[in-house]
């Protein structure tokens, strides 16, 4: 596994990829990390198409999100809507350079054990994390091949490769997320179209406040201090597609 960081490190020099114009599909983009990536896209001219189930709060971050950039907003479940998210993302910008499969389902709250797991909310974890990603992935991958680049990235966590007490099910899907992309990325064997998969770590969301209700949270990094390392991965031209550890910012103090 490597880190932003390390990885900046070890490669040295780099030129910066400009992202100015491109279009970029962020998936589970209303809150949380998907609406701080959204937001860092947006602010470097990135046309943004963002998809969430609930269209008030999507609506609502569109319009935080306006203003620096076009912005589409997409109410849609990813597990049903793939095919429509994609269709008039592609209608209003002509193409998706950059998809960011964000969007996920942690499963039951309070988390149940493995033996505990209701096989059908599993079936709901696989269909939104891993099945509605390939869909997305297999929809925009043509468009990609045509122009020879495009970046990939899905989003997954230290439960794919860990085994902690009540994450199993959500983890198994990461770890399934995870041997997906390095197949597709060994299939493509094309340098410019990078499937990259981010560990973003442990932060303060609604996500792990369902994961752990109760407990307080408020340590954690916000996504808003997580997400421009990932957003400084896909800008980064040495970055190839693997697995990514990405590295959460200090927020600097507020004077008093
Ligand atoms: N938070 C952490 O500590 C942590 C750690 C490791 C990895 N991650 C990963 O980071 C990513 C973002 O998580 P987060 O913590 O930022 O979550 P979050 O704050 O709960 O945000 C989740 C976003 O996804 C949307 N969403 C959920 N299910 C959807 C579906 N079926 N179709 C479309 N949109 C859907 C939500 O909006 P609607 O509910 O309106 O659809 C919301 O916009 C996830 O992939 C998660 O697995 C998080």
């Known amino acids: 596994m490597r880190t932003v960081g390390g990885c900046l490190r070890a490669l040295g020099y780099h030129r910066p ?29 990135v046309n943004v198409i963002v998809a969430a189930r609930e269209g008030r709060s999507l609506e609502a971050a569109a319009d935080r999100l306006r203003g620096q950039a076009a ?28 998809l960011i499969n964000n969007a996920s389902e942690l499963g039951p709250s309070p988390l149940p054990s493995i033996e505990t797991l209701p096989w059908t909310s599993m079936e709901r974890i696989l269909r939104v994390n891993v099945t509605a990603p390939l869909h997305l992935m297999q929809l925009v991958l043509p468009g990609m091949k045509s122009r020879g680049a495009g970046t990939i990235v899905n989003v997954t966590s230290d439960a794919a490769v860990n085994a902690y007490p009540g994450w199993g099910g959500y983890g198994a899907s990461k770890a399934a997320l995870e041997h997906m992309s390095r197949t597709l990325a060994v299939e493509l064997n094309q340098p410019r179209i990078r499937v990259l998969t981010v560990d973003p770590g442990d932060m303060d969301t609604e996500m792990h406040r369902a994961a752990e209700p109760g407990a307080d949270l408020s340590a954690l990094p916000k996504p808003e201090s997580v997400a421009p390392s990932i957003i400084g991965l896909l800008e980064d031209d040495r970055v190839t597609s693997g697995r990514y550890q990405a590295r959460w910012q200090p927020t600097p103090l507020q004077p008093r």
């Open 17 to 45: 990829m400009e992202l100015l114009g491109q279009t970029a599909l962020v998936t589970g983009a209303s809150r949380g990390l998907g609406f701080a990536l959204a937001s860092l896209l947006a602010q470097r001219g």
């Open 71 to 98: 912005v589409l907003a997409v109410t849609a479940d990813v597990s049903e809507d793939a095919e429509r998210i994609v269709a008039v993302g592609v209608e209003r910008f002509g193409v998706i350079d950059i």
